[in-house]
């Protein structure tokens, strides 16, 4: 046979195992979720050059970036210290009450950062600036990177540890030769979640009066509804966003982490603290009590004596049915939409799916207001029967809100063994067989995490609710912010109260969920 038949034989043999469906069914969800994008550009090359080039260079715009920038490297790495530090707390060490210390700590993701912010500034002006911005959303946002690093180690093997420390390797060295290399796509994963936050956080920094791109966007687009200034601020979140996606891409690298087996089905050796006992029970315990017992004690405090606090039940029940129902269904569409694209980008990697994968981002890292404005001109001009509807608000939340599931799906995905996928398709079942028997029970966990994570982002959503709502349509945040706004801040305890209420069941499956996504 000659070597020009054998390139055609293997070059038909590669085509035969691409899933060319599941590729193709990517890039429309990628497309989706670029429509944003699309939009930003389009808007921003019809405003001509000379006028972008105005509008972008000038001091604002500058001030805007240096806030931005700032508060998003302190605190995706406060976060990534912070999670990671409090996740070995709880799985490699003595530390007493370690179970109830694993649901305490992912406990504040069941406080938005808008309501935690609340609980900081009806207490005290103090907080609102530069350093109360970093402190507050530090404390909403570290159990996205606690979560996926606390699963990782509790899924370690403790043999590769064992076989370092038996070559010489003292705990230190062990730690960060074998662990760190270990949690790196969870580390990552989760410090890219806490970014592409940071960059589309709205509510808590407009509290916080912390002025950064999301906040100027809005007060542009209150002045002049789809101006072009506000555009312009959307294309330089844009090219943020763009940064973040490359710089954690670059981190990560061209790794592999999965094993075949589960490893040894025993805990590894926990760190004896000794001495140092009380001082990491204090810690612990001062990080719950800043990310939990300030917020919750703040709306106890309104719910008590505030002068405007009422119990509209009848508005409280129409509120809270309403953002479980969209929030149930904003978790189903979203990861449905991740699963292939996660899949793809991770059984199949190449720069077709890195692309596709590395595109779902963007719209999380977009205002909600940038994004409910892109679909309100698609509707508009080529969909006109699903404007003001809710087809169209769950169409707003996947784009929002897939990296959430997608990180969590990865996570499971890169640690669950390609071998056994290759092993069912060598008996004879199809692709869709495998997916059913052997690939989506491994990472079931991972789709609950991830279905959690939606679920309590849309039930928190505000911006996009507000604009892509159907008339008549009203929920937790919605109502909440409209009181908090008009600075009646016992009038939006109960919404707050009860987001937090309905939110913290999901935070605790997703601990539960988080435990089975590395199993032993």
């Known amino acids: 046979m000659t070597a020009s038949a054998v390139a055609i034989r293997r070059w038909g043999a590669r085509a035969r195992a691409y899933p060319t469906g599941v590729a193709a069914f990517s890039l429309l969800v990628a497309l989706l979720a670029l429509v944003p994008l699309f939009f930003v550009a389009w808007f921003s090359a019809s405003v001509g050059f000379d006028e972008a080039r105005r509008l972008i260079f000038r001091p604002r715009v500058g001030e805007l970036l240096r806030n931005t920038v700032t508060l998003t490297v302190a605190t995706t790495l406060l976060c ?20 109830l210390w694993h649901v305490l700590l992912a406990a504040p993701l069941a406080v938005p950062a808008f309501v935690n912010s609340f609980g900081w500034v009806s207490l005290t002006a103090s907080v609102q600036g530069y350093a109360g911005a970093v402190l507050v959303v530090t ?11 606390a699963a990782t180690l509790h899924g370690l093997d403790p043999a590769l540890e064992e076989s370092a420390q038996a070559l010489g390797h003292g705990p230190v060295r062990t730690f960060a030769r074998v662990v760190v290399p270990q949690l ?3 580390m990552l994963g989760g410090m890219l979640l806490v970014g592409l936050h940071l960059l589309a956080e709205f509510g808590a920094l407009q509290m916080l009066r912390f002025p950064t791109f999301t906040t100027g966007i809005y007060e542009q687009y209150q002045a002049t509804f789809g101006g072009p200034a506000a555009t312009m601020l959307a294309s330089v979140l844009v090219l943020l966003c763009l940064l973040l996606l490359l710089a954690e891409l670059w981190m990560r690298g061209r790794h592999r982490y999965a094993r075949l087996g589960s490893g040894a089905a025993r805990p590894a050796a926990r760190v004896q603290l000794g001495r140092y006992t009380p001082l990491a029970l204090g810690s612990v315990a001062g990080l719950t009590a800043l990310a939990l017992g300030v ?25 809270a049915l309403t953002s479980v129902g969209l929030g149930a269904a904003g978790a189903v569409v979203t990861t449905l939409l991740a699963i292939p694209v996660a899949w793809l980008a991770v059984r199949h990697r ?3 799916s890195t692309v596709v994968e590395r595109s ?15 679909l309100v001109t698609i509707s508009i001009r080529y969909a006109q029967p699903i404007y003001q509807t809710t087809t169209l608000l769950i169409v707003a939340y996947a784009v929002l809100f897939l990296p959430l599931s997608m990180v969590s799906v990865q996570s499971a995905l890169v640690q669950a063994p390609p071998s056994l996928d290759d092993a069912a398709r060598s008996l004879g079942t199809g692709r869709l067989g495998v997916l059913r028997r052997v690939t989506l029970p491994l990472v079931a966990p991972g789709l609950g995490a991830g279905a959690a994570l939606v679920f309590l982002a849309v039930v928190t959503e505000l911006t996009a609710t507000l604009l892509l709502a159907p008339i008549g349509t009203t929920t937790l945040a919605t109502q909440f912010w409209s009181n908090s706004d008009s600075i009646a801040y016992g009038a939006a305890a109960p919404y707050a109260a009860l987001m937090v209420g309905i939110s913290i ?16």
């Not at 404390?139 to 690093?149: C, D, G, Q």
């Open 360 to 374: 779902t981002y963007f719209g999380h890292a977009l205002p909600g207001i940038v994004v409910a404005l892109a």
């Open 80 to 99: 990534a210290v912070v999670g990671t530090g409090a996740a070995w707390l709880v799985e490699r060490t003595s530390l007493p009450g370690r179970r």
């Open 295 to 319: 917020p919750l004690g703040s709306l106890l405090y309104w719910l008590a004596i505030g002068s405007s606090t009422t119990f509209p039940l009848g508005e409280l029940a129409t509120a």
């Open 350 to 352: 190449s720069r077709f």
């Open 139 to 149: 404390l909403s946002y570290f159990p996205l990177v606690y979560l996926p690093v």
């Open 505 to 520: 069941p999901a935070s605790y499956l997703l601990t539960r969920f988080s435990k089975k996504v590395t199993p032993r």
């Open 184 to 186: 790196r796509p969870a």
